[in-house]
Nanobody, 116 residues
Framework: QVQFVESGGGLVQAGGSLRLSCVVS????????IGWYRQPPGKARELVGS???????NYVDSVKGRFAISRDNAANTVYLQMNSLKPEDTGIYYC??????????WGQGTQVTVSS
């Protein structure tokens, strides 16, 4: 069973930066498209970006130019560098496969809070 462990969240002022990490267990990591999702308070979880095994990233429009996803296949780790953070970036951030393979595979996530 694939497991996802996110870390690196915290409280930051608007305009600040954070770097999130996602360690993925499972031998198929290097084959997978891995995405970063977030769940704002009171809202549904949404995909903010993803990266293929060839290190080709994609982002939703709201984070383009501010967020950058990278991966280290040897370390089974995916990163999310978040710059120029805005209060609307606040939420719990998760990583998982894209498309989602197992609804029970969500990790605990990591909380990101951006103050204005």
């Amino acid at each position: 069973q694939v497991q996802f462990v996110e870390s690196g969240g915290g409280l930051v002022q608007a305009g600040g930066s954070l770097r999130l990490s996602c360690v993925v267990s499972g031998s198929t990591f290097w084959l997978s498209v891995i995405g970063w999702y977030r769940q704002p308070p009171g809202k549904a979880r949404e995909l903010v970006g993803s990266i293929t095994r060839y290190n080709s990233p994609n982002y939703v429009d709201s984070v383009k130019g501010r967020f950058a996803i990278s991966r280290d296949n040897a370390a089974n780790t995916v990163y999310l560098q978040m710059n120029s953070l805005k209060p609307e970036d606040t939420g719990i951030y998760y990583c998982n496969r894209v498309p989602l393979q197992d609804a029970k595979s969500w990790g605990q996530g990591t909380q990101v809070t951006v103050s204005s």
